[in-house]
Each structure stands twice: as C-alpha cells, then as structure tokens.
C-alpha cells in the first residue's frame, strides 16, 4: 500500500494561519495560499507503518514545503503544498506543531522588485522563492573521529558551537559550576520513548541521540583543544607569557599574542587571540616569510580582521575590554613608532 493523502482539516489550518500571522506577517498580508496534505505511512496489519510517509533526499522528515509553479497556480492551484506527516502530526504537542510550521513557512521567501513593492507572478499570486536553512551539515563520523581538527565537520562543529552554542544546545550545557545536580536528561525522556515503538519514534529517539551525541562531541572536541593547549602553551589564557623556543613574542593585551621565530633565514609567523570563547589560532603549518616586519605584518592583518567580524557580531559582557586592550596593542604596533 502506497503512501496516502488527505486534506488537512480546519484544526490544522486554523494553527497555520496563527503561526502565519504571528511569525510571518508578510505571507499573511499576501494572502499566500497553502495546499495542505496530510501523509499516511503505508501500514502493516497491526497498524504499524511500513514506511516513512514524507522522505526529502532520501531523509524522512515530518513536514516539506514546496512553491507550486506558475502553470500549477494557472490551473487553480495554491501557491505552495504543504505536506505533512499524518502519524507525526497527530503525536505532537501544540508548541512542537507551531514550530514545525514555523519551520516550513522560513522557505518561504516572498519577493520583492527594486521599488520594495512585492513582485507577483502572471496569475497576480506573490512571487515565492524557497529560504534555504541557515545551516545545513553534512557531515560523516568516521571522517571527524579520523581527521579531528583538520575535517571540515570538526572545524564547522567548533564554529558553530562558539557562535551558536547558547542557542543550539542551552538544553545540554549542565548550569556553570553545577554539580550532579541536573534536571531531567534528555536520556530519561528517551527511556520513556522506548516504550512505545513507531518508526517516527524511532526517528525523533535518533535525532535526539544525535543532538546529544553531537553535544558530547563539543565537549569532547572542547576537552581535547583544552589538552593540547595545556601541553602546547598555545592557550594565551594558559600561557604565562613563556615564549616558545627562539620565538620572539609580541603580546596583545592579555589575551593574544604573535610569535616570530627565526629559522633556517625564514621568519615563521604563529598566534593566538581569545575573547570569551571566541578563538583565533594560526594554522598549524607555519607561514613563513622573508622578513620579520612582513611575518609581523600578516599576523597583524589577520587578527586585525578578526576583530573586525567579531565587533560585527557584538561583544558581550567583558569581551569588549579584551577587544579594546588586542586593539589598542595592535594600534600601537601599527603606529609610525614601530
Ligand atoms: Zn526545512
């Protein structure tokens, strides 16, 4: 039996027009009409489903979103199909079906012209165009566990954890300085999932193992940076200054500094700044370059940029005064004096 579809019922429609309202004010001032359909997975005597109702490239997922194009809009039909996963749907709570829906509206990107007037199509119906996700990984284990640092999924993993590690995974990170003492994790809820056993469930267990897996991993990768700059002295936090062997060190504020050490009539260039948890390390191949003011120079620029993405983004707490005082000594390095 193959995958079925039914249109959704007012319920269903009612939430989306919540939803659309109060997260996506301007498909609702375009009237943007969804065609709605409910999947059922194919099932077994039991009841049980035989397969997953909603695949995109191969991955089941709980809902997709698509722009129905402009021959299907001339033929009557709505400006987007939503499809949703009939089982999954009816197994969720209120908030985590209003998230969903958030969700698949986020594709939905309505265009504008060069006057900002919204830009339409031959039948009068908005123009849509599909937002793709602000992340999207792919990423294999095997390659992290056997390249760590130098596998792009290890490097996007640590990136994403700094800038984004509040909001991602709040829910994992125990309190600062808090004990055993921890609130219900994810684990317990897990357990309780087992019990009853469909292949959504099986699917959100999964995800969720994946999350907290993926959590672990952080902490991992966080522990193992934290071991080699120990061994390394690589951590301006950790350093006391000690320059490394030859290494002619300038420092940048407390926090940062650029090493220049003389070898085989090259000058190689290494350095380090952290603000917060935002880092900034020289690759683990040296640079190097003909004279000292040029290894200096690039070390400058490259710490110069990285401030300037960082102030971008917006300094919290204490990070400006770190900020300040790597400026200032960056100024002062830069300054005709030198
Ligand atoms: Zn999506």
Known sequence: MPVTYE??????????????????????TLEVKLCV????????????????????????????????????????REDAELLIDADQWKMSTDPQREALIDHELMHLDPQRDEEGAWKSDDCGRPKLKTRHHDFDFGWFRAVAERHADASGEVQQAKAFADENGQTFFG??????????????????????????????????????????????????????????????????????GEPAAKADRVMLGETAWIDITHRDGKYELAYAA????????????????????????????????????????????????????IKAALDDLLSPAH
């Open 37 to 76: 359909l409910m999947a059922n997975a194919p099932k077994d005597e039991h009841g049980q489903p035989l397969a997953p109702a909603i695949k995109l490239h191969g991955v089941p997922c709980a809902a997709t979103i698509q722009i129905l194009p402009y021959k299907q809009r001339a033929a009557g």
């Open 7 to 28: 249109k959704a019922d007012h319920e269903v429609h009612s939430l989306i027009r919540r939803v659309m309202k109060q997260y996506h004010p301007d498909l609702a």
């Open 171 to 240: 829910w994992a990170a125990p309190p600062a300085g808090a004990g055993i003492e921890q609130g219900p994790t994810p684990t317990v809820a897990m357990d309780k999932l087992n019990e009853i056993v469909t292949p959504e469930m099986q699917q959100a267990r999964e995800e969720a193992e994946r999350a907290q897996e993926y959590a672990d991993m952080m902490d991992a990768v966080e522990a193992a940076d934290r071991a080699e700059d120990d061994a390394t002295g690589a951590c301006p936090h950790l350093s006391d």
């Open 274 to 325: 952290n603000i917060g948890r935002q880092s900034l390390k020289s690759a683990e191949t040296p640079r190097t370059f003909n004279t000292r003011a040029d290894a200096m120079g690039a070390g400058i620029e490259d710490i110069d940029v990285w401030l300037g993405v960082l102030t971008q983004k917006g300094f919290r707490g204490g990070q400006q005064a770190q900020a300040d005082a």
